[in-house]
């Protein structure tokens, strides 16, 4: 910046954007700043302009400069982009003036500006940017500046009409192909726990693209520039202003809680956004904060969704097509437009039967409601209210809704529009509830609609490779049960404690006895509802342990109640967030499943569960590779028959050969990708805390241990495998890194380098502080296996913690037959099965593995 009006123009800015940042503090107006900072910028380019182009504002001829995008439209956050345009339409004098752009520019990020200038002529600004169709819809909110206003006004007056008119069907397209596809990355849903109020659906760019959708539907009708909110249903206008100045005073406040162009609302920023009371005065729990973000979120995305359906034309013939075909769907209460629903009959729709009829048929076919239909559902609500239904006559509407494939996406309608809460009132509770556990990815009610989508997946076989799960939902005698029961599930979330089980069983006792269930389907319900959570516990235990399996099925009972419990875990686990339920993870839940309906089916009391498998088994390997001979029997003499269920034929074929090549190579590694992850097994001779050095050394990579491993043989020859993650990529990335990875190991069992030595050159970064706090939880059980003592630890999720625990476990002489590791969020559930000389540990030895364990976990 030039010497003195540099610095002196700088001052300026930074005090009026000081000033502002007070002034917000004082009144919470983001709409005040977003004023406030325009006028402070244009005050600046202004006397920018002055100095480097001209010093007549209006001059010279032949050049403009032009507010584009937010700047344009006067809605400049204290840190968002300033889009300049200099227009021209001599490309000669834009060159002549080019040094002085340069250095306009250049003042203007001295002062911290985040500036994207551009240099267009008016014939760059009639053309069609289809690579880039935000450029052209940038300029429905040009604004002049400086410079020469007649080619302002061409622009304005005939460029941009002239192009809206030629393509604004296409342009529309364009917009929405963007958007739809940012909708779909952030999973088409208003409901994350951490939004983005910016670019999520429901935030800002959603009320800004119904802005310009309403503005170039209005010119292509008119032929003339009107207001965008005149183009908003009727409806939803003051709605929208009311959720649009709320979200714009978030954002202000994000920007000043980070000091940059932030605009995530991360767990910190609700907590502080609540406690300043930040566009909401109801208080300062940030849970009641959010549940309003999301009320003014709902009213964007409905808008935009709205202004969609009304102004982007039909893309594709193809698309029309199946239109039409859908409009084939019409009947005598409803038909089908391009796609939307519409009322035959609008003032049927004041009887409670045809009222939710309109939800039965969403739920059918899966089409969306048209506007005008929504604006009536709304408002025949209160009469519909009115009409009290009894309980058998809700169930009888609810159950309609929820047997059909779409009924995930009539309950979200429902939902939105208050009419779920009419049919099951108790549902309200948890209605934009956010539970902050740092796990689930969506709130309580969007988390519960999307189990039920999942569910209606496997029957339509959208959901390949469960094809076991989806054959079972087929043999189900009562389908609307297990949808119900997901219902409630989560309800008693409501109550804020850590026991949501308890309050979600009371609400879904009272629930069936309302909707007058037999007792027979209540119980079906309600054992559902209060074991919903034992699946996923059993699978955290060695499930090959027949003792796992059958205190699984004793609390079970049957084959329905199993399968009904099989497909309500896959749907709880799969709907926390899109990669909660992995392929291993879905791998044991089958495998628990099958395990527990053969224990069923056989009645099998103490034996094993499948106690000539190890024959089978054996004899397969036999076949396959007969030089193996003594090799074979000596190598699987000891080792559990958990081993062979773990283990395919081939991989202990392999197994043994490695076994075999401990004489020259004390230490044998295999390293495999595994369905996206990495999968490590080490066979190697038994020594004192041989598990602990393991997990260190994939510690000190930064690997992330997912789950993992351990046998041994009678003859001490130990075979432990892990699962982890890679989350540097140093693996993914860099093959060449492999051999390194896996001499690491040798290196360090070796004893050619210490664990601590190897941590120190691998130089992980560190972890990022925890957002929640872990309270840590040991639980010994001397019951659940015959075998072992069971240890569970639950603390807050740290890297190394395996190895920390499993050090411990090593210096109070315990040996680990199992480790089953798990992460939720960042929590850390590690369940270890424990010996001490081949039997279960004494109660001292508990004791005092209990003391050192806490002590450790401490720190």
Known sequence: MAPGIGQSLKAEYLTGSERLRLEFEERRSGSAVLMGRTALVDDLAHKLWRHHIDPDLAQPKGLALVAIG????????PHSDVDLLFLTDQPALAAEHKDAIRAMCQDLWDVRIKLSPTTRTLEDCDRLHRDNPEFNISLLDARPLAGDYNLFRQLRDQVIPRSVLRDWQELVTLLAEVNEARHHQAGNTIFHLEPNIKEAPGGLRDYNVSCWLGLLNGFSRTRDWSKALDSFPVSLRDRAQEARDFLVSVRCFLHYRAGRDDNQLNWEAQAAAAEAQIGYDGGSDAAQWMRYYYRQARVLGRLFTTMVDEVVPTRSTLFQQFQNWRQRLSTEEFSCVNGRILLQQPSALLSPQHFFRCFEFVAQHGLKLAASTAQRIEQALPSVAAQEMSGPERWEALRAILIRPYAAQALRVMQELGALGLLLPEFRAVESLVIRDFYHRYTVDEHTFRAVESIHKLRSGKKEGNRGLADLLEELERPDLLILALLLHDVGKANQDDDHVTGSLAVSIEVCRKFGLPMEDEEMVCFLVGYHLDLSAAMRRDIFDP?????????????ERLKMLALLTYADIGAVNPTSLSPWKAENLWRVYFATANYLNRSVDNEPVHATAKDDQVARIR??????????RDFLEGLPQRYLRMHSGEEIIQHVEMASQLGSQPVQTNLKRLRGNF???????????LFATLAGVLASWGMHILKADAFANGAGVVVDTFVFSDPFKTLEMNVQEWDRFRKSFDDVLSGAVPLETLARRRQIRKPKAPK????????????SSSHSTIVEVVTQDRPGLARRIAAVIAECECSIAVALIDTEGETAIDTFYLRRRGKKLSSDRCEKLKAALELELSS
């Open 70 to 77: 937010g700047y344009g439209r006067g809605s400049l956050a």
């Open 547 to 559: 003792e796992t399996i059958h205190a699984l099925a004793e609390r079970v009972g049957s084959q």
């Open 623 to 632: 076949l396959l590779a007969p030089q193996l001979g003594r090799r074979l």
């Open 679 to 689: 999968s490590l097994t080490v066979i190697t001779a038994d020594r004192p805390g």
């Open 772 to 783: 929640v706090k872990v309270r840590t939880s040991l639980v010994f059980d001397q019951d």
